[in-house]
Structure formats: structure tokens, C-alpha cells
């Protein structure tokens, strides 16, 4: 079902849970809401669809195969597929890498049976020409306009996505040295990942909450002791399914094989409920059938209750279980719906938004940071609305209060004194905002973005000094980070150092990137236009389809009086646009006659 949902996904029938759109591009996502949830969900139902096919072959006369043969084999085909377009490549690899396994061990200890040893060799053999291929092809337009493919093509060490996966580890390692024994507790690794944050990770989402590789979750999350206990979950199953005279061949072999596959897509991405589900069924499945047939003792061998009370008690414990999960996700469930009428218009106006942001972030559930911060993103929004004061104070005191509560809270976390930093910054509360966005700095004290909303408070402030100093500090924690550089020279431009901001430009003008609204805007707030001329013609040769940067470079001749260099401009962009020729015409006119307004 969940597969034909994907397809569906794909031709546009249904729509995409996250952001992209349909078509061969598109990374499938079902209802999930996530394409690598539904990844580890196809990797699991393939290689179960595999074992009860080889279970098949055995329980099953010959002329009785045809039929199940076919259903198996589709469904291995469409959920492979499915698994394929949701372009989770760690899930892929994981795949690759449990087939590989399975069919070592059937060519290994099954050389007997043809037809297992045949499959196993042929399964093998796709693997290789199908990565084979893809490599060989990787340049081609037929690679390149398969999302999964061009995805799958792309894998390296320098791939921007594998590169943060590294550097998370290297966070991640610092915090595992601080704590190796027992770790930082479930759901802390926000707090290492700030407090070692990487300044590489720039060109990353700024809060990672998850390493995305399950050995060194469990090692932040419970320490040296907590993995060995994870891992020993694998080492045990292994044994009891290698051990046990329930299992065929085949069975161990595909088992073992989905294990293996199951913990490589683990080294790439992270656990979900979805997963948790499917493996904790895959061990009782293989503990239930080596426990009957190895006849396992009872760990209590007296019965403390007559076999007909079970019942009751079956009864009991099901309704103690849904109790608990209402009393538990209620609260969560309640939250969830006022969050998302928070952030939806009313027709009550923005009051009734804000009546909804309170009672989701005071009710206590497990979605209250969420709309917290939702509700500190929106007061930030209405602070430049045209709305009442009244409404505005109403938004700030409970933005800045609720963040106020959740950094007290959560007091390791940077994220939330920074957000109360933003929030009043934007309703001119500098002086109070300066004092949350040091707490901030002192819990992450490498993390650019925050460094800039300090920079931009000082800015505010009217400390320049203090400005520039942090737009240095930020710059040079990653040199590489362009938007660091161009926010240090933008800032160099405005407190007068020419010499300083020319140093830092030179570098990027022959790439176009120098040719930033910021850096523009700093040089024209000092009437310094001439600087900006070799800046905008770079990003008109670098790109050439771009109508604003022939218009800007017209501009900027224009203000140094150099208008025969402005028309000139102008003229080649009409070869370029010819659809706008009357629009750049009418602009060349205005030069010519001493009339453009381009202030």
C-alpha cells in the first residue's frame, strides 16, 4: 500500500509530505512524512518478503510455487523501488550491503541447491551492475534527472550531506571524551552539538539533534556502556539465530543479511518508531521460533495466577496500556492542534493566534518547546506588522516569557537564550537583548549565527567597534564561509577601513560573489560607487542572464557620471532580453536625459 502511495507520490496524485515535487525527481515520502522513515520501513518488508519466499520453496509442492512466486517477486521489485525513490542512500547502501551478505552465506553453505546458489550469485551480480553502472553513467542527462540515481551518483566524501556526517562525529567524539561512560542522556545531543559546535557546518541546518549515525547516538546518549548494551542486542540475536535448529539455511541467511542492512542504513541516518517497531518485531520473530523448537525454559517456572484469570488479566492490561498512551499523548495531541491553528490566519484577528501559541506552550506536554519557538518566530513577524502597540507588547512579553521558561528549562541548550536575543532585538529591547545573545555565545561560543546576531545587535546599539569585531571573530572561525566574509566586509565598509573590505573581495569578485546586496548597500550608504563597478562586472560575465546585475552596473556607472558606460550596459542587456527590451529602453532614455532615479 505504502509503495503505491509513493508512486502515487510520483506522478503527482499525491501530494509530496515534504518540500520538492513530483516526477522522477521527487524523493517519496508516502505518509510518512519523511523519506527515510519510509526507507527503513521498505528495507525491512524486502528482505521479509524474501525469507517468505524461501520459506515457500520448502512448505510448498512444485506446482503449487507459480503464484506466490510472482506475488514475492513484485513486491520485492515495487518496495525495492519505493526504497530506491526515497533516495535515502544510506538506506540503499544498507540494502546492497545485506544482500551481498545473505548471498556469501547461501553460496557459502547452500552450493548444493542450484536454484538458492543461482539467485544468490544473480543477486549479487545486479548489485555490482547496477553500482557499476551508475558510476559509469554518473554525467549522463539520464542519471542526472533520476533523483535517486543522481543522489546514488553523487556519494563521496566531499558530497556537502556525507562531509556533515563526518563532522558530526568529530562533535560528537568531543562530547563522548567528557562523559564516555554513560553519555548525556536521551534527546541531549543538541547540548554537545552546540557546545563543540564545528564552524564547517555553516552550510548546515543550524541545530542538529541527532549525530545521524546510531553508534555514536548511543554513545552520546548513554555513554560506552549504553553501546556495547545496543550492540549486544545484534550479538545475541545472531547467536540465537545461528544456534537454533529452527531456522533453514535460507532463513539465516536473509535474516542475517537484513540485520547487517538494517544496522548500515543506521551508520547514515537515525532511528523512528517506524523502525523501532519493525525491529523489535524481527527479534521476537526469531526469538518465538527458537524458543519453540529449542524448547527454552520458563524464566518463572511457578504460575502465580489459574490460567482462567488471564483473560481478565489480558483485559486489564490492555486497557491499563491505552489509558496510559491517552494520559501520555493527549496533552501532545492538544498542543499539536493549537500549534497549527496558531501559525494558520484567523478571522478573530492575531489575538486569537496568540490565544492559541499560549495554550499550546503552557500545556505542559511534550510539543511545549515547539511552541515556544513557534510562538518567539511569530512575535518576531508581528513586531514590523502594522498592528497596535498593544497587540505588539502582548506578543513580545509572551514570546520573551515562554523562551525565558524554556531556557530555564532546558539552561545547557543555546538555542533558547539566542531566540529571546532575536525576539527582543526586534522590538528595540537591544541593551536587554545583548545579555541573552551573550548566554547564548557562552553556551556555543563557535557558532556563527550566533556571533552575527550579536554583531547586528551591537550594530543596533551603535557600537561599531564591537561590530566589526564579531563579524571578525565570525570570520575567522571559517574562513571558507562566504557569508562571513561578505558580512565582515560589509561592516569594514561602513566604519570607513576601504583597504580592510578590499582584502576581503578581491578574492570572491571573479566568482560573482562579491556582487551582495550588503556589500552594495554599504558602499553606497558612503556615496562609494566606484568600488562596485568591477564587483558587478564580474557577476555579469559569470552570469550573464541575470537582468538585475546588468541594471545595477548600469546604476552604479550612472552615480560616478559615467553614462556612456551606463548605456553601453544597458544596450547589451537588450540582446540578452529582448522581451524587455521597451522596459531597459525607457531606462536608457532617463539615463541619457539626466532623469534615472536609482537611489
Known amino acids: 500500500m505504502f509503495s503505491v502511495y509513493g508512486f502515487w507520490q510520483i506522478i503527482g496524485a499525491a501530494a509530496l509530505g515534504q518540500r520538492g515535487v513530483s516526477g522522477l525527481a521527487a524523493r517519496v515520502d508516502a505518509t510518512f512524512g519523511n523519506p527515510i522513515y519510509l526507507a527503513a520501513y521498505m528495507l525491512f518488508h524486502i528482505f521479509i518478503a524474501a525469507m517468505l519466499w524461501a520459506q515457500m520453496w520448502v512448505v510448498r509442492k512444485h506446482g503449487e510455487r507459480t503464484v506466490p512466486s510472482v506475488f514475492y517477486a513484485l513486491t520485492i521489485l515495487l518496495d525495492t523501488a519505493t526504497l530506491f525513490f526515497t533516495g535515502t542512500r544510506g538506506t540503499v547502501l544498507g540494502l546492497a550491503a ?18 538458492a546458489w543461482r539467485a544468490a550469485v544473480g543477486a549479487v551480480v545486479l548489485v555490482f551492475l547496477f553500482a557499476g553502472g551508475i558510476y559509469a553513467m554518473r554525467d549522463s542527462v539520464a542519471v542526472r534527472s533520476v533523483g535517486f540515481l543522481h543522489r546514488l551518483a553523487t556519494i563521496s566524501i566531499s558530497d556537502p550531506t556525507i562531509a556533515s556526517r563526518f563532522l558530526n562525529m568529530g ?3 568531543q562530547g563522548v571524551k567528557e562523559r564516555p561512560l554513560l553519555g548525556w542522556g536521551q534527546e541531549n545531543y543538541a547540548i554537545v552539538f552546540d557546545k563543540y559546535y564545528d564552524p564547517r557546518m555553516y552550510a548546515q541546518e543550524p541545530w542538529f539533534d541527532r549525530v545521524h549515525d546510531i553508534i555514536f547516538d548511543w554513545l552520546i546518549a548513554a555513554g560506552f556502556i549504553g553501546l556495547i548494551s545496543y550492540l549486544s542486542i545484534f550479538a545475541a540475536t545472531l547467536l540465537a539465530l545461528w544456534k537454533s535448529r529452527a531456522f533453514m539455511m535460507s532463513e539465516r541467511a536473509i535474516l542475517t543479511g537484513l ?47 489459574p490460567k482462567y484469570i488471564m483473560p481478565i488479566v489480558a483485559v486489564c492490561a490492555v486497557a491499563f496500556v491505552w489509558a496510559g498512551a491517552w494520559w501520555i499523548n493527549a496533552p501532545a495531541l492538544s498542543a499539536n492542534h493549537d500549534i497549527i491553528q496558531a501559525i494558520q490566519p484567523q478571522s478573530g484577528g492575531v489575538q486569537v493566534n496568540l490565544k492559541y501559541f499560549l495554550s499550546a506552550s503552557n500545556s505542559g506536554s511534550l510539543g511545549t518547546q515547539e511552541a515556544r519557538e513557534q510562538l518567539s518566530q511569530a512575535a518576531g ?15 513580545f512579553g509572551a514570546a520573551v516569557g515562554q523562551m525565558t521558561a524554556q531556557e530555564k528549562a532546558s539552561p545547557l541548550d543555546a538555542r533558547f537564550p539566542l531566540f529571546v536575543g532575536i525576539v527582543e532585538d526586534a522590538y528595540g529591547a537591544h541593551k536587554d537583548a545583548a545579555v541573552a545573545l551573550v548566554r ?30 564579531l563579524f571578525k571573530s565570525a570570520y575567522e572561525l571559517e574562513p571558507k564561509y562566504t557569508d562571513a566574509r561578505i558580512l565582515y566586509a560589509a561592516a569594514a565598509i561602513r566604519v570607513g577601513d576601504l583597504a580592510l573590505a578590499s582584502n576581503l573581495l578581491d578574492p570572491i569578485i571573479i566568482s560573482g560573489e562579491a556582487a551582495d546586496p550588503r556589500v552594495t548597500l554599504a558602499y553606497v550608504e558612503r556615496r562609494n560607487f566606484a568600488p562596485l563597478i568591477p564587483i558587478w562586472k564580474a557577476r555579469i560575465t ?30 547589451s542587456a537588450v540582446s540578452v532580453f529582448p522581451a524587455q527590451k521597451m522596459e531597459i529602453e525607457s531606462f536608457i532614455e532617463q539615463i541619457i536625459n539626466g532623469t534615472a532615479k536609482v537611489d
Not at 544496522?263 to 518485531?281: E, P
Not at 552604479?556 to 548605456?567: E, N, Q, S, T
Open 98 to 115: 545485506g544482500i551481498i551478505v545473505s548471498s556469501f552465506i547461501i553460496v557459502i553453505l547452500a552450493r548444493k541447491s542450484r536454484n
Open 171 to 173: 562533535i560528537a567524539w
Open 259 to 305: 540485520l547487517v542492512a538494517y544496522f548500515v542504513h543506521n551508520l547514515a541516518v537515525f532511528d523512528n518508531i517506524t523502525s523501532y517497531i519493525l525491529f523489535g518485531t524481527v527479534l521476537a520473530y526469531i526469538h518465538f521460533r527458537a524458543s519453540c523448537v529449542d524448547n527454552a525454559q520458563r524464566m518463572f517456572e511457578n504460575i502465580a495466577l
Open 381 to 395: 513577524a508581528i513586531a514590523s506588522q502594522n498592528v497596535s502597540l498593544e497587540i505588539k507588547q502582548a506578543f
Open 440 to 469: 547564548a555565545h557562552d553556551l556555543s561560543p563557535r557558532k556563527q549565527s550566533i556571533i552575527f546576531q550579536q554583531a547586528s545587535n551591537a550594530s543596533a546599539r551603535g557600537d561599531t567597534k564591537e561590530m566589526l569585531r
Open 542 to 571: 559569470v552570469h550573464p542572464q541575470e537582468k538585475n546585475a546588468y541594471l545595477t552596473l548600469a546604476a552604479i556607472y550612472y552615480k560616478v557620471g559615467d553614462r556612456a558606460h551606463a548605456v553601453a550596459v544597458l544596450q
